[in-house]
């Protein structure tokens, strides 16, 4: 037994400097990377980014608002931290991590969504914290989500990449100095693509887009009158903003008036203005979206420079 | 819990290391804690359902052994059948048959007020019970002595490995094995790890990876391409079989390495070449337990003709139903009872036409065809087997052969516009591991593994480890699935 027990030690022992070698390499490569979901993250540990103007939010916030147009309307250094797929507690887990290690911007901008402050169990995009697991913030981030991240993906060498070759890839071109590049630009990336029909097959199934009250998490809630009185205090100037939403879509969110408000009275009580575009002409006009949340690159870039044209009214430039 | 999972991976070191640290008389004991702990993991009030079975049986065992009389061991074998079908039918059968009681009642102009069993089914039960049923009809029949000892005929029931989607046992197998001190073994350990590394890597690097693409068409199959529902069904013919294939050997592993043989339970069924063949290779300890516990008891084959076919047929019929209360599995053990009657009464053609053909003297061809239709056949049986209703699994089977239409349509015109219903890099990596599966199985037809590992050099059976076990980790799915088995 006991040289069946020394060679199984031995057996198992063997290959761990290899594989936690491979493992710092493909994650100081990811680390380096501008492709993916990297370049953002990187930007933001490397301190990089300090901007004074950022854009925060989901999808509708990396899709929607273009730093390049507020840069040169506003004369701003603007950066947009928009992240797909997530509600507001991982994207103002986002916003702490940015302020940790850059320079506290002057302006945020939130972007709004009537499901912002819903209850969100699913870790949109894991694969985005692969490289920083080690990270105690991003540890602390994603323990949120149970089942996600469990023993074998903190400390088994690449365990945590599994099934993911394409990053593993994208790591060790990146650790040679050979990475790709994405397709943002600070943080932004327009979507050319027509729409998509889906919003229209859906109301049209027999299931149909029966309107519902859409439910605010009291914790969300809490967490967002948090980041509101922590921009208070630290002066940064939060603007809140509702980009368009496709008009066919908005009646489906029942409560939608009671959510406005909601909005309005937070930024009121802190003493922040709110941008609401909800009558603006472009959520009428079908060409300038790609589904019914999201704006295409036309779209988006008309209302950047909606957006700035209003803005330019209240910051310092 | 799961063979695929963190905890397992803790549990079964620690369980056999002190298996071997302790002494031989304390380690029943210890086994049959930590089966317990095994089977509460999942749900811990089933053990009482466990409990009540085995109370049953380790007593009916005796009183049958002591019993003077036949009709008092009739007796006593019908009361541990009854406490024995009486769970199945309570705990899988009860909302079955009422949902059918309620819909027949309905089309009467009735209604049927019996209330359903708000309970899931217990994990493995109509494995475990089997088990049990083997152990009385044993010692009914006088070929296994009634265990005296409470302790270690629970643990026959209840042997971890084994418990949840067996292989189901038989007494004279296992309670020998029970009794006996095993001693550590190099050759016990390594075989055992073996067979568990390879069972690890047909569940979560075949199976898995194959759900990924059957699951999203079985659970949608009426806005599928008759090419995605065809890649489908073959897909989930190899995904079942190394789900449960994959579940025996690392059963059949953990036990080799505390040095419990258990029986094989799959003998590469893909290569079978008829389906009575298909039925010698595929789970094993359930067709020869519905052979020598139903089917030999029928009659078997040694009455007339007709009267066989029926037996053969009965047989099957509650084969389908012993794996699932729905008219699904029905149908499929009716599939195949209907082609393994089929397929005796034609046998003297089939051999005829052979002949004519001249296949007989390809052997090798003919071979090779007969695979190629038990296949298919037992691949449309699957598609039964794994639809959500019999609605869904006529409408797949329906439209399996426009698989070859839109192909040379496809192929013809627009090539580039094949569709498989799934991207091309999964379809890719799917028919991969599948080649790997081919491979092994391929070179085992000729010697074992085992036996071509040992001829080799330490390095290269380390390497071939090492490949095993970085294609688990990193191209392994861990999704916390279960193994289909275990709902039965």
């Known amino acids: 037994m006991k040289r069946f027990v020394l060679r199984l030690l031995l057996f198992c022992l063997l290959p761990l400097p290899l594989l936690y070698a491979f493992s710092y390499i493909v994650d100081a490569g990811l680390k380096k990377s501008h492709s993916y979901y990297y370049a953002e993250w990187n930007d933001i540990f490397h301190g990089t980014v300090n901007a004074n103007m950022v854009i925060t939010g989901s999808s509708r916030a990396y899709v929607h608002v273009s730093p390049r147009i507020l840069d040169s309307s506003l004369h701003m250094n603007a950066y947009n931290l928009g992240m797909n797929g997530t509600k507001f507690l991982m994207q103002y887990d986002r916003f702490k991590i940015y302020l940790k290690h850059n320079k506290k911007p002057r302006y945020v901008i939130q972007t709004l969504d009537f499901s912002m402050l819903a209850e969100n169990y699913e870790l949109y995009a894991y694969q985005q914290f692969?490289?920083?697991?080690?990270?105690?913030?991003?540890?602390?981030?994603?323990?949120?989500?149970?089942?996600?991240?469990g023993f074998g993906e903190y400390y088994f060498p690449m365990f945590k990449y599994n099934n993911q070759g394409a990053l593993v890839v994208e790591g060790l071109k990146s650790f040679a100095g050979r990475g790709g590049k994405g397709p943002k630009y600070k943080g932004y990336e327009g979507q050319p693509k027509p729409w998509d029909a889906a919003f229209a097959t859906t109301t049209a199934s027999s299931a149909g887009m029966s309107p519902y009250d859409q439910v605010v998490d009291s914790l969300s809630l809490a967490k967002f009158n948090e980041f509101m009185a922590l921009c208070s205090r630290e002066n940064i100037k939060v603007i809140l903003v509702f980009p368009p939403v496709y008009s066919e879509y908005i009646p489906v969110f029942k409560n939608r008036v009671e959510i406005l408000h909601l909005f309005e009275s937070t930024a009121a009580k802190y003493n922040f203005p709110m941008l609401n575009f909800l009558d603006d002409e472009l959520c009428a006009d079908k060409h300038m979206f790609y589904n019914s949340q999201h704006l295409n690159k036309t779209g988006a870039e008309i209302f950047s420079r909606k957006l700035a044209q209003k803005l330019s009214g209240m910051v310092l430039q | 819990m799961l063979f695929n999972s963190l905890p397992f991976a803790i549990f079964f070191p620690v369980v056999t290391l002190l298996y071997f640290l302790l002494p031989y008389r304390q380690r029943w004991i210890l086994l049959l804690m930590a089966s317990c702990f095994f089977y509460m993991f999942f749900k811990p009030e089933y053990i009482l359902i466990?409990?009540?079975?085995?109370?049953?049986?380790?007593?009916?065992?005796?009183?049958?052994?002591?019993?003077?009389?036949?009709?008092?061991?009739?007796?006593?074998?019908?009361?541990s059948l009854v406490a024995n079908i009486g769970v199945l039918a309570i705990f899988k059968y009860f909302n079955f048959f009422n949902a059918n009681v309620s819909a027949l009642a309905l089309h009467f102009g009735f209604t049927n007020n019996m209330p359903f069993l708000k309970m899931a089914l217990p994990i493995g039960l109509s494995f475990h019970t089997f088990q049990a049923m083997s152990y009385t009809i044993e010692v009914y029949r006088g070929k296994q002595k009634a265990e005296r000892h409470f302790g270690i005929y629970s643990l026959y029931v209840m042997f971890y490995p084994q418990l949840v989607a067996g292989p189901i046992e038989r007494p004279q197998n296992i309670l020998p094995q029970l009794h006996k001190e095993h001693f550590f073994t190099y050759d016990n350990a390594v075989t055992g790890l073996r067979l568990m590394m390879w069972g690890m890597f047909k569940k979560v690097v075949i199976a898995d990876r194959l759900a990924l693409v059957t699951d999203p068409v079985f659970n949608d199959p009426h806005h599928q391409t008759a090419t995605s529902l065809f890649f489908a069904a073959v897909f989930f013919s190899f995904?079942?079989?190394?789900?449960?294939?994959g579940y025996s050997d690392i059963a059949i592993g953990s036990a080799r390495v505390m040095g419990i043989k258990l029986m094989q339970n799959f003998n590469r069924p893909y290569n079978a070449t008829s389906i009575g063949d298909f039925w010698r290779r595929w789970h094993i300890s359930l067709s020869t337990w519905f052979k020598d516990y139903l089917y030999i008891p029928l009659g078997g084959n040694r009455v007339a003709v007709p009267r066989a076919y029926l037996n053969l047929f009965i047989v099957f019929l509650i084969s389908g139903f012993w794996h699932g209360a729905n008219w699904t599995f029905i149908i499929w053990g009716a599939l195949h009872g209907f082609y393994s009657v089929f397929g005796n009464l034609t046998a003297g053609f089939r051999a005829q036409l052979?002949?004519?053909?001249?296949?007989?003297?390809?052997?090798?061809?003919?071979?090779?065809?007969?695979?190629?239709?038990?296949f298919m056949l037992v691949t449309v049986a699957w598609v039964f087997f794994r639809a959500n209703n019999y609605k869904d699994a006529f409408y797949i089977v329906s439209r399996l052969p426009g698989f070859i239409g839109e192909t040379v349509t496809a192929i013809a015109s627009r090539p580039h516009q094949l569709k498989f219903g799934v991207p091309l890099n999964t379809l890719g990596g799917c028919l991969l591991v599948i080649a790997i599966l081919e491979l092994v199985h391929f070179t085992q037809g000729k010697t074992s593994w085992n036996s071509i590992l040992q001829r080799r050099p330490a390095y290269m059976r380390w390497l071939v480890y090492y490949g095993c076990i970085i294609a688990i980790l990193y191209f392994g799915i861990f999704e916390k699935r279960q193994f289909i088995y275990f709902q039965f």
Not at chain 1, 130 to 149: A, N, R, V
Not at chain 2, 239 to 245: A, K, M, R, T, V
Not at chain 2, 354 to 374: D, F, P
Request: proline share 3%; aromatic share 12%; with cysteine.
């Open chain 2, 354 to 374: 052979s002949k004519v053909a001249g296949l007989t003297k390809m052997v090798w061809l003919n071979t090779n065809i007969q695979r190629l239709v038990t």
């Open chain 1, 130 to 149: 692969l490289p920083y697991l080690s990270d105690p913030d991003i540890k602390e981030m994603t323990e949120k989500y149970k089942g996600k991240f």
């Open chain 2, 239 to 245: 995904q079942i079989y190394c789900d449960f294939s």
């Open chain 2, 50 to 79: 466990l409990g009540f079975t085995i109370v049953v049986d380790f007593f009916a065992g005796i009183l049958l052994e002591d019993a003077r009389d036949k009709v008092q061991r009739k007796k006593y074998l019908i009361m």
